[in-house]
């Protein structure tokens, strides 16, 4: 990547120069959250300054404009994913409420006592959680794909968890543990050969490569607006049209109804039957703009960009002697999940981010994997196109750092 479009992508994004402690911000933490570039700061202003109001139920022009403006962000998302339609594109507030949002319609429809889900143990808890507390609600039975040694997972170990019982496999697409990049599109292949639908954990994936939802096939693909550049607080479950038209709706209330009856009501169509009450507008302006942020710079150029940040870091870290990562799949995200010695997460963190470093440290949210893996925790850096090999030199200093320091 040439330094001249770097500091002009880094000039982007406000935040990048700050100083934390009196030194230069190194942000590592781009699998929690995305900074954000000022293209959507200004967008959400604008919406603000020139668009505000409520949408869909009113016939005046600001209602009119931002009405057009949300529904524009629909297709442009229907794009982006390649989806077939836009109503196949419901705005949720992330990743988390699109995967409840399945979890609870679905359930409730479509998994009775003795059903099985299949999930990995490599699930974020949003991927988790809601399958497991929706198979004790219904009596079902919640199973799990093994990992290999290197983070992927056990193709075969899935094969044999197939059963006549199967409802669903829901499964990360990228894993914010182990970057391990699952083969989603084979797995969605043979789960389909058994009918059985697949669900994709997207959250991680969206903002680091093209993302073609009907060339995998998913039935389901989940992800947040905030770790690809957008604004929290807005986020999509895209689904395929006749998974939409099956399953009921999730929340009840405005917008999501056509007729309310004093005994009765009767619901609206797709998409706005699963989005109920007054809907996150700037967010989808933010979005959208986030989309067009990525798209001018260019999946492709992010992916390699990224690539090249992953295996700078990985060769750099691996030189410091006590260092172990966790996650060496051949098909890896940018981000490394790895341990110093005996030295807890925790205590390494906190030196890191005395050096200006901000990584993440703990159970990224997948304590069943930290379990399965006999560790506390990890410490954790995800790296964004916007990072430079200047900034992951940093981190081998601080990592260095903390680990003269505690052992
Ligand atoms: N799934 C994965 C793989 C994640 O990494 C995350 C967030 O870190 C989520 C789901 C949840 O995303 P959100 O908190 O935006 O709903």
């Given at each position: 990547m040439s330094n001249s479009w770097q500091s002009k992508v880094r000039s982007d994004f406000p935040i990048l120069s700050t100083k934390v402690y009196n030194r230069p911000l190194v942000y590592f933490d781009n699998a929690a959250t995305t900074q954000k570039p000022k293209q959507v700061i200004q967008a959400i202003t604008d919406y603000y300054e020139k668009e505000n109001c409520n949408i869909h139920r009113g016939v005046h022009y600001l209602s009119v404009k931002a009405t057009e403006a949300y529904e524009d962000t629909r297709s442009v998302i229907r794009d982006f994913i390649h989806a077939r339609h836009s109503h196949e594109i419901i705005f949720t507030r992330?990743?988390?409420?699109?995967?409840?949002?399945?979890?609870?319609?679905?359930?409730?429809?479509?998994?009775?006592?003795?059903?099985?889900?299949?999930?990995?143990?490599?699930e974020h808890h949003s991927n988790f959680v809601p399958w497991q507390q929706m198979c004790l609600e219904r009596k079902a039975t919640l199973r799990f794909i093994p990992l290999l040694e290197d983070g992927s997972l056990d193709i075969p170990g899935f094969c044999e968890l197939i059963t006549e019982k199967t409802r669903l496999v829901a499964l990360t697409h990228i894993s914010n543990v182990l970057g391990t990049i699952n083969p989603v599109k084979e797995i969605i292949a043979v789960a389909h050969q058994h009918g059985i639908p697949v669900l994709i954990d997207g959250a991680q994936a969206v903002a680091h490569s093209a993302v073609d939802v009907q060339e995998l096939d998913a039935d389901f693909y989940c992800f947040s607006g905030h770790k690809m550049y957008a604004p929290m607080g807005i986020g999509v479950?895209?689904?395929?049209?006749?998974?939409?038209?099956?399953?009921?709706p999730y929340q009840m209330g405005g917008e999501m109804i056509r007729d309310v009856y004093f005994t009765h009501t009767t619901f609206n169509?797709?998409?706005?039957?699963?989005?109920?009450?007054?809907?996150?507008?700037?967010?989808?302006?933010?979005?959208?703009?986030?989309?067009?942020?990525?798209?001018?710079?260019?999946m492709d150029r992010i992916e390699a960009c990224e690539q090249e940040l992953l295996d700078y870091a990985t060769r750099h870290l691996l030189g410091i002697g006590g260092l172990k990562i966790f996650g060496t799949a051949p098909h890896k995200a940018s981000l490394i999940s790895f341990l110093l010695d005996t030295i807890h997460p925790y205590d390494a963190g906190m030196i890191i981010d005395k050096m200006g470093v901000a990584v993440r440290t703990g159970h990224h949210c997948a304590m069943p994997l930290m379990e399965y893996l006999k560790i506390p925790g990890t410490i954790r850096a995800s790296f964004a196109f916007y990072n430079t090999k200047e900034e992951v030199d940093r981190l081998v200093e601080a990592v260095e750092k903390a680990k003269e320091m505690l052992l």
């Open positions: 992330g990743t988390t409420e699109s995967i409840n949002l399945v979890a609870d319609s679905f359930g409730k429809k479509f998994l009775s006592e003795g059903d099985e889900v299949i999930i990995s143990v490599m479950l895209y689904g395929k049209e006749h998974w939409l038209e099956e399953l009921p169509e797709l998409p706005f039957k699963f989005e109920a009450g007054t809907p996150n507008v700037e967010g989808a302006m933010g979005l959208h703009a986030a989309i067009r942020y990525l798209r001018e710079i260019g």
